[in-house]
């Protein structure tokens, strides 16, 4: 497996009207940690294309992480499907990139928009092989990866887009290529910019979609590392292994809490230094450390962190927030959902007092909890999380 991480996200808009979206993505890991992302389409809209599309999406991943030839798994799909009663046929398109040890992709496109590869951040298009399975024409490729290439998968209803509305015909793939290259620039993850993409379609349609929507991107970028330190250790003669084993490896250090923070700048021997440019009523003010990337308080912004980082697993309805602002919970978001591939949590057990007052809410527990399902959200990023006790 090479240096390179696979950062995968999607968004889907449901059809207007529709509870359910008829589009799924499904990730699914290989024995030897490779990717298999597909996503599939599924006929009509509402529950039964959901369940076409959840069916196919299932079917293909596993058999295919499971290296089962292509034609077994059209041929399973198919006899697994079940028939729509009104249009007689069991269908759902689909496109699978499966990324082999981070190496090599190999793509299987079926009756979707055809995959946009962005390199340098300029369209690349690749070879396809035509192939007929079943009286299904579908199209494979394998390619070699580069660092900062972006595969965009899309169901229909992104081409679709504004027809009627803004468009004539569609937002055409090459407006959406174009659309695209201009936001490559900015170095979104891929979960932002398949945000991106799915607003704007959702502009387009006059923010009634006339059908599912779905983008799904893959964006292949090197490993870092950050190291999060928060809350002192239950031994304070542990204070000094804590910041060794904080301190050591590459990547970017940050801290949460006060007395955390007073550890690491004695261990350095350096000033925390309060940082009051910019002040956010809602999140405690961030400080600064010689030596250390982000030192900001524990509970409050570790919790604001948290809410983030599961709306971005689920709409990204906060990313205007996180992305942009300059306190400590969105700065905080910002190395661990943009600049982190592995995190590594060194968690004190030390109880605060200041938390034990009946009077406040916050008890020690809490940290606990927040820093378990930090990470637990964290690795449904597909980012690898290590947590550490003193």
């Known amino acids: 497996m090479t240096s390179l991480f696979a950062d995968i996200g999607h968004r889907s808009l449901n059809k207007y ?22 996503l599939a389409d599924g006929l009509g809209s509402g529950i039964k294309a959901n369940i076409l599309s959840t069916l196919t999406s299932q079917i293909m991943s596993t058999m295919l992480a499971n290296n089962l030839p292509l034609e077994v798994c059209l041929e399973t799909m198919v006899k697994t499907l079940p ?17 082999l040890q981070n190496e090599e992709a190999e793509i299987l496109q079926y009756d979707n928009p055809h995959v946009i590869l962005l390199r340098n951040g300029r369209h690349v298009e690749f070879p396809k092989e035509k192939l007929e399975i079943d009286g299904k024409i579908v199209y494979k490729s394998r390619l070699y990866i580069h660092e900062n290439d972006v595969f965009i998968m899309l169901s229909d209803g992104a081409i679709h887009a504004g027809i009627g509305c803004e468009l004539n015909y569609g937002w055409q793939r090459d407006n959406i290529i174009e659309f695209v290259q201009n936001m490559y620039i900015a170095g979104f993850t891929a979960k932002t910019l398949a945000t991106i993409v799915t607003d704007q379609c959702n502009k387009l349609y006059g923010f009634k979609p006339g059908d599912d929507t779905t983008a799904c991107v893959i964006r292949m970028r090197r490993r870092k590392a950050v190291h999060l330190m928060i809350g002192p250790p239950s031994d304070p003669a542990s204070d000094e292994l804590l910041m060794e084993e904080f301190m050591s490896g590459p990547g970017k250090k940050v801290v949460c809490g006060g007395t955390t923070a007073e550890i690491a700048a004695r261990y350095l021997d350096k000033e925390i230094v309060p940082v009051s440019d910019y002040l956010d009523p809602e999140i405690p003010p961030i400080a600064s450390i010689e030596g250390i990337d982000l030192v900001t308080e524990g509970i409050l912004t570790v919790n604001r962190c948290l809410v983030y980082a599961k709306s971005y697993l689920e709409d990204n309805a906060h990313y205007s927030t996180w992305a942009y602002k300059k306190d400590g919970a969105s700065m905080l978001s910002r190395i661990l959902f943009e600049d982190a591939t592995d995190i590594h949590f060194f968690v004190g057990k030390a109880v605060n007092p200041a938390h034990q007052n009946p009077d406040l809410p916050i008890d020690f527990s809490i940290k606990m909890r927040l820093v378990e399902q930090l990470s637990d959200t964290l690795k449904e990023m597909g980012k690898r999380v290590t947590v550490r006790y003193y």
């Open 17 to 38: 009207g529709e509870q359910i979206c008829g589009d799924h993505v499904q990730i699914h890991t290989m024995k030897d940690g490779s990717p298999v992302v597909v």
């Open 83 to 99: 028939i729509c009663e009104v249009r007689g046929i069991a269908y759902s398109t689909f496109t699978v990139i499966r990324l």
